[in-house]
Antibody, heavy 121, light 110 residues
């Protein structure tokens, strides 16, 4: 079964750090670009970051640029998001999502169940 | 930055046809993808590349895209179709690609 499972969410104070992980199974992880998408409570979807299959191309939303770092380990079938200098407005459910095709045009065809990040003092 | 505009809500009776629009400047030149999200669940891709359906998505879901408006059409609406729907494109107008989501449309089945 094709599956993505996120972990690492939790409660963190403003200015703190957190590292999210996404474990992939059921498909050849190293062949796909991957993304992080977040959703604040009661709000819509917001794209966070994208990484190509070999990590050659990495993109960030302006709202997280300079604070978040996306990475992947194809040997471990895992995607990561290092989040530093966290703010209250980063509070959201964070989803990892697989791109179905060529980076820069494709839909996200597989999503994880999400992990909640709460930034509060 | 590129903006996608969706109506906040659409209501339709069971068995009727629901049309959810997604407006954007010359959106017809982009590939539009649509997601369904039910409460407490992750989004599910229902239409990609304007009008293609992933395996397992009913034929009742279809899409079109032209000019400044893309449309998700749900025929013979069922109670189980009640959900939030989001359109999405990639925008390459800046120095790097960005993913843009519409604000979402809540579909209510009366």
């Amino acid at each position: 079964e094709v599956q993505l499972v996120e972990s690492g969410g939790g409660l963190v104070k403003p200015g703190g750090s957190l590292r999210l992980s996404c474990a992939a199974s059921g498909f050849t992880f190293s062949s796909y670009s991957m993304n992080w998408v977040r959703q604040a409570p009661g709000k819509g979807l917001e794209w966070v970051s994208s990484i190509s299959s070999s990590s050659s191309y990495i993109y960030y939303a302006d709202s997280v640029k300079g604070r978040f770092t996306i990475s992947r380990d194809n040997a471990k079938n895992s995607l990561y998001l290092q989040m530093n200098s966290l703010r209250a407005e980063d509070t959201a459910v964070y989803y990892c999502a697989r791109e179905r095709g060529i980076t820069g045009t494709s839909a996200f065809d597989i999503w994880g169940q999400g992990t909640m990040v709460t930034v509060s003092s | 930055s590129y903006v996608l505009t969706q109506p906040p809500s659409v209501s339709v009776a069971p068995g009727q046809t629901a049309r959810i629009t997604c407006g954007g400047n010359n959106i017809g030149s982009k590939s539009v993808h649509w997601y369904q999200q039910k409460p407490g669940q992750a989004p599910v891709l229902v239409v990609y590349d304007d009008s293609d359906r992933p395996s397992g998505i009913p034929e009742r879901f279809s899409g079109s895209n032209s000019g400044n408006t893309a449309t998700l059409t749900i025929s013979r609406v069922e109670a189980g179709d009640e959900a939030d729907y989001y359109c999405q494109v990639w925008d390459s107008s800046s120095d790097h690609p960005d993913v843009v989501f519409g604000g979402g449309t809540k579909l209510t089945v009366l």
